[in-house]
Structures are given as C-alpha cells and as structure tokens.
C-alpha cells in the first residue's frame, strides 16, 4: 500500500513557474514507478510525465516537453515536477501516480493522491 500527497499547486501568472512535490508513505517507494497526470474541468485525465523506479528513464508529454521536468529522491520518498514558462492550457488538477511501470494510461496505475490545484492566469 502506497499513499500519496501531492504539493506545491497555486496561481500563476502565465510565463511563471512552480514545482509540484508527491511525498509518498511505506518502505517501498523505491520499487514503484511515478507518474503525474492532469485533469481540466470537463475533459478526460491526461498524462503529463512519468519516471521509472530508479529514476534512470523519464517520459514526458509531447505538450509540455521542454517545460516540465520529472524527477525523484527515492531517499526521500518523493517525486517532482517542475514547471516552467507555465500556460494558461495547463490550468488543471494535478493527480500523483504510483504503479509497477510508466503508462500513458491512467488505468494502468495502482495508486493516486488527491491532487493539487494549478491555475495559470493570462
């Protein structure tokens, strides 16, 4: 059992930054793939980037490659995502996700945290 608790959303001027942070419970985080997916009022949740275990390998969007990077502290328990020269298309929820490999599918993920507001204002 993995729980998870997403931080660090807010409001943000377009062209801004933020960092969202996912800290994650129990002695096995190191084994899970991670993940950050998003989700805007009234469409379907998007992937947004993923990072295998190790944190060797890391996938991005094609819509926020060159923006967003992913990264994680298997000492900490906690995994990253850092958001640059943010747009007012990337106002969304943004949900945390553990699983046993990197999927582009949001049903192929074990766990969730509640999610983290972001607002990008024009």
């Known amino acids: 059992q993995v729980q998870l608790v997403e931080s660090g959303g807010g409001l943000v001027q377009a062209g801004g930054s933020l960092r969202l942070s996912c800290a994650a419970s129990g002695r096995t985080f190191s084994r899970y793939a991670m993940g950050w997916f998003r989700q805007a009022p009234g469409k379907e949740r998007e992937f947004v980037a993923g990072?295998?275990?190790?944190?060797?390998?890391?996938y991005h969007a094609d819509s926020v490659k060159g923006r967003f990077t992913i990264s994680r502290d298997n000492a900490k328990n906690t995994v990253y995502l850092q958001m640059n020269s943010l747009k007012p298309e990337d106002t969304a929820v943004y949900y945390c996700a553990a699983g046993g490999s990197v999927s582009r599918s949001w049903s192929q993920w074990s766990y969730w945290g509640q999610g983290t507001q972001v607002t990008v204002s024009s």
């Open positions: 990072i295998s275990s190790s944190g060797g390998i890391t």
